[in-house]
């Protein structure tokens, strides 16, 4: 079976059964410093105190990916969410699928992530690794602690496909 993705712009609402979109548009920031920053409090839930975890702060350096791509695997996090904020003014694309034993093929989807936006995967969202239209780094929040956090699916019939646009 070949199946060919092609991504979506995400918002907010097509991407809420996956995780947040970090964002600050539409959210109203508080005036912080005496006036010279602005918080924008509470943009995605970080998840990772199952089984006692801890939330850690990483760097990946991820490496430009070619396109059509060919997907054939999967991963999820069972035990915490997982975070990606780019650290430059560049879009990136995401690859999911909902909770479950293993990915559903037919309710596979990916999303166009904007400039100046991350994503926040909730605790067991099937999920391909960072895809990165340039070489990059990503500020990644996750979990490190006891217990199997990383669980992978490799695909055996499908022939699965994303393209960029």
Known sequence: M???IK???ITRQNFKKFGDL????KIKP???NDGYAKRFDNL???NTSFKKGNTIMSIFSAKKR?????IEMMEKHPLGSQAFVPMDKTNFLVFVAPK???PDTKKIKSFIVPTQTGINYKPGIWHFPLISIKNMNFLVIDRKGMGNNLV???FKNEKIFLKQK
């Open 100 to 102: 479950g034993k293993k």
């Open 7 to 9: 991504p979506k712009k």
């Open 44 to 46: 995605c839930k970080i």
């Open 22 to 25: 970090i964002s600050t548009k």
């Open 30 to 32: 508080i005036n912080i």
């Open 152 to 154: 992978i699916y490799k």
């Open 2 to 4: 070949k199946i060919t």
């Open 66 to 70: 070619r396109f059509p791509m060919k």
